[in-house]
């Protein structure tokens, strides 16, 4: 596609539940990353892939938060047992290689937990 | 790990002004600085970024420039305009290897007034 896929755009979810959030790279991009960012604050890393080596999650909160990439391509972010305080916008990007930092943001998942 | 500092939180200019917006690093180490510029209710867009083999850096209105010893970067935007208006990351990352997670400082809100 022409830009970072992600879908839902706004997800409300109960206390408790598990949710799952998409992100569709560009097509060739094969670093992938994902970012969360709570209102008013900056930008929290979360999780990296870089083709098929093994992910970086030194940033994913707790073992609630899991992600996979499947065919080196979509990605997808699992929160289990949602908690209040993971509500957050979740950024996806992506970028042609590892190195050199980050290409293109997608809009975002809006999470709320109710 | 690295961390990455923005202050002020707050910046506040008169249209045509110039405004500097600094960030400091901790890792000697790091070598790719981007600086991106998020709107209200929108995606961060990358705007510059430079590397740590050049002190400067320009693009029309904006510039950076990197100080290796004393570990920081400054993004200077020169006439200002309303739509510069906007929060503005700056980051900071080792682009060695399989490594390339971006550490985002908190962000500073640029105000431009008309």
């Known amino acids: 596609g022409a830009g970072v896929s992600q879908s839902p755009s706004n997800k409300v979810t109960e206390k408790g539940k598990d949710v799952e959030l998409r992100c569709d790279p560009i097509?060739?991009?094969?670093?992938l990353y994902w970012y969360r960012q709570s209102l008013g604050q900056g930008l929290e890393f979360l999780i990296y892939f870089q083709g098929n080596s093994a992910p970086d999650k030194s940033g994913l909160p707790s073992d609630r938060f899991s992600a996979e990439r499947t065919g080196g391509s979509v990605s997808t972010l699992t929160i289990q047992r949602t908690q209040q305080e993971d509500s957050a916008v979740y950024l996806c990007?992506?970028?042609?290689?590892?190195?050199?930092?980050?290409?293109?943001f997608g809009s975002g998942t809006r999470l709320t937990v109710v | 790990g690295e961390n990455v500092e923005q202050h002020p939180s707050t910046l506040s200019v008169q249209e045509g002004d110039s405004a500097v917006i600094k960030c400091t690093y901790s890792d000697s180490a790091s070598n790719y600085f981007p600086w991106y510029k998020q709107e209200l209710g929108k995606r961060p867009q990358l705007i510059i970024d430079i590397r740590s083999n050049v002190g400067e850096k320009k693009d029309q209105r904006i510039a950076v420039t990197l100080n290796k010893t004393a570990k920081h970067f400054s993004l200077h935007i020169t006439e200002t305009q309303p739509e510069d208006s906007a929060v503005y990351f700056c980051a900071a990352n080792c682009n060695t290897g399989a490594n390339s997670k971006l550490t985002f400082g908190k962000g500073i809100t640029l105000s431009v007034r008309p």
């Open positions: 097509s060739g991009h094969t670093a």
């Open positions: 990007a992506s970028s042609l290689a590892g190195g050199g930092g980050l290409g293109t």
